[in-house]
């Protein structure tokens, strides 16, 4: 992923929220599913740490 790719697409209160990448990187792992109802503070994915 690249700085401001979107990573993660939340829908809240019937809006889409999209999350972008702060920086470069590698997704290493996605912590949730389509459809999850998760609270505020989750972690949703994690990132490679960087080199």
Known sequence: MTLGD???VL?????EHTLR???DGVVAEV???AG???EAG???I???ADA
């Open 46 to 48: 994690r990132l490679e």
């Open 21 to 23: 990448a702060a920086r």
């Open 31 to 33: 912590l949730v599913a």
């Open 11 to 15: 829908e809240a209160m019937k809006m």
């Open 42 to 44: 989750a972690a949703l």
């Open 36 to 38: 999850d109802q998760i």
């Open 6 to 8: 979107p990573l993660v």
